[in-house]
């Protein structure tokens, strides 16, 4: 461009074209592919051009299309991130009831002369407390640094 004499506010608009950039879109040949999902847009999809208003059409539909599946992959992910955040509480949950499942085992054995069973029971249940207390906190430091990042 420089070589044809082209003004320097234009070719400012412009950036270098680099191997990635000239691979050729699936979205376009093949719209429904599989494993395209992550697949962004070179720059020059997105460069104003002037054309006619078949092209403009085309390239409408190519940038909804892109939108589209862009609101998808975000919709997922705030779908991942609030299952996520269940399955913390549901592991915290399961660690808490383990607990007191063993705690509710200590009173029959020690009643019955069993304190090695009292022991072991005691045990359990504080462990699976130790469990549930620090996913606790490592999961509420999670949760904090996420609802920064929304």
């Known amino acids: ?48 051009s002037t ?29 991942e991130i609030v299952l996520v955040e269940n399955e913390m509480d549901w592991t915290c949950n399961f660690f808490l009831h383990k607990s007191q499942e063993w705690a509710d085992r200590i009173l029959p054995s020690t009643t019955d002369q069993h304190p090695g069973h009292a022991c072991y029971a005691a045990r359990q249940s504080r462990m699976y407390r130790q469990l549930a207390d620090d996913g606790w906190d490592a999961f509420q430091t999670v949760k904090v640094v996420n609802e920064h990042d929304d």
């Not at 506010?9 to 050729?24: C, F, G, N, R, S």
């Not at 539909?61 to 609101?71: D, I, M, P, S, T």
């Open 1 to 48: 461009m420089i070589s044809l004499g082209i003004e320097a506010d234009v070719i400012a608009k412009y950036k270098p074209l680099t191997q990635e950039h000239l691979k050729v879109s699936a979205a376009i040949a093949e719209p429904n592919a599989r494993g395209q999902r992550n697949d962004m847009l070179a720059w020059f999809w997105s460069a104003n």
């Open 51 to 79: 054309g006619t208003s078949e092209e403009n059409d085309w390239m409408n539909e190519f940038y909804r299309v892109h939108w589209l599946r862009g609101k998808a992959l975000r919709d997922r992910w705030a779908e």
